[in-house]
């Protein structure tokens, strides 16, 4: 018998030649990315900027590909939710203005943040104190975002305390606050274009506020509150720039709303079929045989699951495509693996790509139809995908 032990730290690594596409993966289109911005920019106010968003990996499309071409169609501001994704942003070379969402309160991260050319949503005088004191230990002012909280009870300086804050703000030497802003928390529900709704009232608080800190007399600060849903309410909402998520990855979050924006969905999740097999009559499938054939059925299994980011809750609800058939997907969908009914073809084998989210010929399937079959929204199921996705450009 040969013992020979085999020393694998000599043998040469493949890992770099693993063929992307060899399970499952994402296809992005920046060109999608460009036209849609060039698209919702066309819808605004004259002289209002754009500001893509891009935190969540660029809500799962490639932070880097979309915020590239968000750029070229025309943002003039990206927006991330932390420190990370801002600086991970500058070392691809982005120099764009690139405000940070989430709250930094501790000296060192906004320390780091002002190193890295970031600016900062600050919610507190105290914040404030920190930013001004760091411009001036660096001989430079430090720039920032000042938020205000009209109705999200989320992040932001209370109204009622905001102008006698924002007086004291503007005293400080070492700080330039860039904008005032705040968030929508119901803009993309039915009754937003109610006068009496939530959203049109906290637009109304918003004006009200700016108005008290008599902001048409200071310059240089971008007011801005319309989040993707705002921005298709109406100019009213628009001021000096709105923060575009959603629409911009190609999906309207507003459903009953009918202008037809002609935006391009930019993704396209696949996956192969890595095996075929026929059961009988009465076989159940997957983890507790919750789906029992009712005939006999040609099963194909594809390597993809809730591990990727396919919701386990979507289990027997959703339809994959493939030569613009749809299929059903049946079983409980696996960590890693899915079960397709593919009785009707004769056309898929080992190797077959399918469809499970994109268009092909008139068959589509968006992340909104999976958010209404799994009691989700469509922004929860883009920011599912995982890393072990690879994210592929196609254009």
Request: aromatic residues 8%; proline residues 3%.
């Amino acid at each position: 018998m040969n013992n020979r032990k085999i020393n694998f730290d000599t043998l040469p690594s493949f890992e770099g030649e693993i063929d992307p596409t060899q399970r499952a993966w994402i296809e992005v289109s920046g060109k999608a990315i460009e036209a849609n911005v060039r698209q919702l920019r066309s819808k605004l106010k004259n002289n209002c900027e754009f500001m893509a968003v891009v935190k969540a990996d660029g809500y799962g499309h490639d932070a880097k590909v979309v915020s590239e071409n968000a750029i070229k169609g025309g943002a003039s501001q990206l927006g991330v939710a932390t420190l990370k994704e801002g600086i991970k942003l500058r070392s691809f070379g982005i120099n764009a203005p690139i405000l940070v969402l989430g709250n930094l309160y501790t000296k060192k991260d906004l320390l780091i943040c002002f190193r890295n050319n970031l600016m900062p949503t600050v919610s507190t005088f105290r914040e404030c104190l920190i930013c001004n004191n760091i411009g001036k230990s660096n001989n430079f002012k430090f720039s920032l975002h000042l938020k205000v909280d009209t109705g999200m009870s989320r992040l932001g300086f209370e109204c009622d305390q905001f102008n006698q804050q924002f007086n004291i703000i503007k005293s400080l030497e070492n700080i330039a606050v860039k904008g005032i802003y705040s968030h929508l928390a119901c803009a993309d529900e039915k009754n937003a274009l109610n006068p009496k709704s939530s959203t049109q009232l906290q637009k109304e608080k918003f004006q009200e506020l700016l108005k008290i800190i008599d902001i048409d007399n200071t310059e240089n600060i971008k007011i801005h509150l319309a989040n993707s849903a705002g921005m298709i309410l109406g100019k009213d909402f628009h001021f000096d720039m709105v923060r575009v998520g959603l629409s911009m990855y190609g999906y309207s979050p507003l459903a009953n709303i009918n202008e037809n924006l002609f935006l391009k969905p930019a993704l396209f999740l696949k996956a192969k079929v890595t095996f075929v097999r026929t059961i009988e009559k009465g076989i159940g499938v997957s983890y507790g045989n919750k789906f029992v054939s009712d005939r006999k059925t040609k099963l194909a299994v594809l390597s993809i699951g809730y591990a990727d980011g396919i919701i386990r809750n979507l289990s027997g609800k959703i339809s994959l495509i493939h030569n613009k058939k749809l299929y059903t997907q049946v079983g409980s969908i696996t960590m890693d693996q899915m079960m397709v009914d593919i009785t009707d073809s004769n056309d898929i084998e080992v190797g077959s790509t399918m469809l499970l989210l994109g268009s092909e010929g008139d068959k589509s399937i968006s992340p909104i139809d999976w958010a209404d079959k799994c009691n989700s929204i469509p922004w929860e199921i883009l920011c599912s995908f995982k890393n072990r996705l690879p994210r592929v450009q196609v254009d």
